[in-house]
């Protein structure tokens, strides 16, 4: 009698880690785990707290990319080098609710020409020898951090949306090492402009340049 007793007060117990168990990993299966990495297609991710996404590394075979704007979560940013040494990607467009781009994050991709992107902050040495690159535009309110396009052999134009960047919005040898024949060319209704800006030949375009003639013309 004494067996059947602890018997069945074993069997709820029993129950009861089973049904507990279940819950747990039900409730796991729907959880973010914030900074754990994760993949979607050609790209590695992770989450933080605020349910935003920081591609972390690259994993394609290169050619012409396109950063999603969703992973299952919102993209927010490029982390630190995520594409370095990717030297078989050729462009890249970056979405416009990217807020920013990682220290070396595209450094030595020797096979970028092209980068379509929006207004955001550009880390350290972030295209460097990028050598390939021969133009770029830059658009308003975008922060150029140290060394940014530094060793871009092939660049030979920027062209600026905005006003010239402040001091606290420009690095230190942002465009060191570009083309010999390097030219800055601005809008002329913006502020803060004049040829020898920070060292460099900056010359206004003519207002009446659409923005898909602006790669053509410089």
Same mark, same amino acid.
């Given at each position: ?15 009861? /880690? ?11 299966? +729907?959880?973010? $785990? @914030? ?11 992770? *989450? +933080? ?6 591609? *972390? ?21 490029? &982390? !630190?080098?995520? @594409? ?13 609710? *990217? &807020?920013?781009?990682? !220290? ?7 096979? #970028? ?12 040495? /972030? $295209?460097?020898?990028?050598? /390939? ?12 951090? !140290?060394?940014? @396009?530094?060793?871009?052999?092939? #660049?030979? %134009?920027?062209?600026?949306? &905005? ?11 942002? @465009? %060191? ?20 800006? +920070? &060292?460099?030949?900056?010359?206004? #375009? ?6 898909? %003639?602006?790669?053509? #013309? *410089?």
């Amino acid at each position: 009698m004494k067996s059947i007793n602890n018997y069945n007060v074993r069997r709820p117990r029993r129950y009861i /880690a089973i049904f507990m168990t279940a819950i747990i990993m039900a409730t796991l299966s +729907n959880c973010t $785990f @914030f900074g754990i990495e994760r993949r979607s297609g050609d790209f590695a991710y992770t *989450v +933080n707290s605020q349910g935003h996404e920081t591609v *972390v590394q690259y994993i394609g075979k290169g050619g012409d990319v396109v950063i999603p704007e969703n992973l299952g979560m919102p993209t927010s940013d490029i &982390g !630190d080098k995520a @594409f370095q040494n990717c030297i078989h990607v050729t462009s890249v467009t970056i979405p416009g609710c *990217v &807020g920013g781009i990682g !220290d070396y994050a595209f450094q030595n991709c020797t096979g #970028l020409t092209s980068v379509t992107w929006g207004n955001f902050s550009v880390g350290k040495y /972030a $295209f460097q020898n990028c050598t /390939a690159l021969t133009t770029c535009i830059i658009f308003d309110n975008t922060s150029l951090d !140290d060394g940014a @396009f530094s060793g871009c052999s092939g #660049l030979h %134009a920027v062209y600026f949306e &905005g006003d010239a960047p402040s001091e606290y919005q420009m690095g230190k040898d942002v @465009f %060191a090492g570009t083309a010999s024949d390097f030219t800055i060319y601005y809008n002329p209704d913006k502020e803060g402009w004049s040829d020898g800006w +920070n &060292g460099y030949h900056a010359v206004p #375009l003519p207002a009446t340049t659409t923005p898909s %003639a602006k790669p053509n #013309l *410089v």
